[in-house]
């Protein structure tokens, strides 16, 4: 497939009508904390193991999905082997996962000039992206960061090319750090959001009729999983062929609901959040068997008896949930519990691809953590 020009390329994001399809794969990943960025990290082992990953046109993602997303794109051009993978993409994700990254933003936020999301940006740009902006993403696979504008109620997408809202307009070649990029993405209400986009109205390249001016001045930006927990539209628009890797806790049942109204709109948000996400992955799935799209749906809610295929990996229903409930928080996370997630995220991305989107191929050879059971 031909490159399109970075420099032109306007992207199919004008508005909400469906395109026609590419011949492409798209792949999104969800939001959920870093449980999700470590789900995410094995599921891109095994992709790389079944040389797809080098395939993927377009990588999308939102909140825990992007940390592991900006930071994939950063080291794209380094990963000429499986030891590269660990060495550049891996590791250094490990190292950001062991330490606790909200609280201390939102101590730091409180008592120091700033806002919480720019103590976030700033860690994060100190752990993984060394400064990098939205003009150091390859050129090729492209990759969308997205967040939720929260005056527009629409996705607001960071690329190489341009960023963007399709209701407000949008500025070419940006230069924002991929670290604000991704903060604005997983910046998780309330604490953590809003990330202040400060941008002003002469720096838009793009603009919608009649918009005023107010919405393009420090844009309040959230969670991009706010609208869309898989990062799915800008690449399930575009492509024929489809990748998700889910990342995303189910909603626990719960016995006792508290009284006061805190309790009570935490759980009514997190139970319209699960229907929604229910609603959307059974239309995936059903495309899928439709034969109307191709690829796989992967998640860390799946228990893995349903794969259809031979299982190399042994693990456990139980076991599989104990993992899916890990908390969705920036909270560090203990060697055993990091390689547990990337373990599973291998195997459910081996065991989603091997049932419906490579059937017949090879199993993995071995996980990425092989002393470290489920």
């Known amino acids: 497939m031909a490159i399109p020009d970075i420099e032109t390329s306007t992207d199919e994001d004008t508005g909400p009508a469906q395109r026609e399809l590419e011949p492409g794969i ?139 809202d399709w209701k407000v307009g949008g500025i070419m070649k940006p230069t924002v750090k991929i670290a604000q990029a ?61 990748l998700v890797s889910d990342g995303g806790s189910a909603l626990t049942m719960e016995s006792r609901i508290g009284r006061n109204w805190i309790t009570q709109l935490q759980r009514t948000v997190s139970v319209i959040h699960s229907q929604v996400h229910a609603l959307r992955s059974r239309t995936i799935v059903e495309k899928y068997l439709a034969k109307e799209r191709e690829g796989a749906f992967w998640s860390i809610s799946t228990p893995p008896s349903r794969f259809k295929v031979e299982p190399y990996f042994e693990v456990s229903d139980k076991a599989a949930l104990e993992i899916a409930q890990i908390a969705t928080r920036l909270k560090s996370m203990s060697a055993k519990r990091q390689e547990r997630l990337i373990n599973f995220g291998y195997i459910q991305c081996d065991n989603a691809i091997r049932s419906y989107f490579r059937v017949g191929a090879d199993r993995g050879a071995a996980l990425p953590f092989p002393n470290r059971s489920l």
Request: glycine content about 8%.
């Open 26 to 164: 798209g792949l999104a990943m969800s939001g959920g904390g870093y449980r999700a960025t470590l789900f995410h990290v094995g599921a891109i082992i095994r992709l790389y193991e079944f040389d797809l990953l080098k395939d993927i046109s377009r990588i999308s993602s939102v909140s825990g999905g992007s940390i592991t997303a900006g930071r994939l794109a950063i080291v794209w051009d380094k990963l000429k082997s499986r030891d590269d993978l660990f060495t550049h993409f891996v590791d250094p994700l490990r190292r950001l996962t062991g330490k606790t990254l909200d609280r201390s933003a939102i101590f730091r936020g409180l008592v120091l000039p700033g806002t919480i999301s720019d103590v976030v940006a700033r860690k994060l740009d100190n752990e993984l992206y060394g400064g990098a902006t939205l003009q150091d993403l390859p050129n090729w696979p492209l990759f969308t960061i997205n967040a939720t504008n929260m005056e527009s109620g629409r996705l607001w997408r960071f690329q190489k090319a341009f960023m963007r």
């Open 182 to 242: 991704v903060t604005a993405s997983a910046a998780f209400p309330p604490v953590l959001s809003p990330f202040r986009l400060r941008v002003q109205p002469e720096d838009f390249d793009v603009r919608e009729d009649g918009v005023d001016d107010r919405f393009l001045r420090d844009i309040s930006l959230t969670d991009g999983g706010v609208y869309d927990n898989y990062g799915l539209e800008p690449v399930w628009k575009r492509f024929q062929t489809v």
